[in-house]
């Protein structure tokens, strides 16, 4: 009986030990970082201090956007094709100003609110070359819930399972084989996710983005068709009052855990089996 007990807590400490010694997101250096996104800004909304910090740290942050955000405008006099380049003019600035350089933007191009229609087979296809190719340490995408599967907005919800079922697909290599027998991608497996937009009773990680919350906020500005006026008339600037008052916004909303801005998230090894 003694012997047992002494047993359970030798593999109690071995376990709480080796969680002890896990990087935490924000502490990793030089590893290879591979973020989903749905549309052209929930990366940054979702992780941009995190992403700032990975790139502060000398990471290699990889971003994919699924869809060219075409849609989202009141604007009479705008167009799909107009939107789509200021979209991701709009998103190149944004994520440069968390460190990430424009060659590591991946664009699927997917229209805005249709990626739920998209080819299936291909769509994740897709996904899974780009895992198998970038091959990275940690993955971020938005939550599709593990036991809490959350009502996320068209897009977002096909996005968060298609990347998961891309994350499943690369690791077998019988998964799209013309992948590894023509384009030379070996299968992989991702060590280790980090979904963002998580339900609150799954968010399991909080990374403290103190440090880098301001430019998180001058990041999100920097997506100036999102916020009015310029979603009702599109202009390409800000009147200074009204982005101090979106970024005072930003402020209040941002989640705060113990007194510090925070990012939310769901830290997972792998994806369901049942
Ligand atoms: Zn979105």
Known sequence: MRTGLACFFL????????????????????KTILVFTPHPDDDVF???????????????????VYTNDDKGSYDPEMSSQRLARIRRAEQE???????????????MGYDDGMLEYAPQPKLTEEATAIIRRIRPDVLLSVDPGEWYERWHKTDHRMAAFNTIDAVRAAEFWLYFPNQKLQMGLEPYQVPEIYFFYPSPQESNYFVNIDSVAELKFDAACKQVSQFEPAIHKYRADWDLKDMEKAKDEMRREQPRKDGHYVEAFRYSTGFNQY
């Open 46 to 64: 979702g992780a941009g201090g995190t992403i700032a910090l990975l790139n502060r740290n000398h990471n290699k942050v990889y971003i994919v």
């Open 11 to 30: 593999v109690f400490l071995s376990i709480v030990g080796l969680q002890g010694q896990q990087t935490r997101l924000e502490n990793l250096q030089n």
């Open 93 to 107: 600035v944004s994520e440069a100003q968390l460190g990430t350089s424009k060659e590591n933007i991946l664009w």
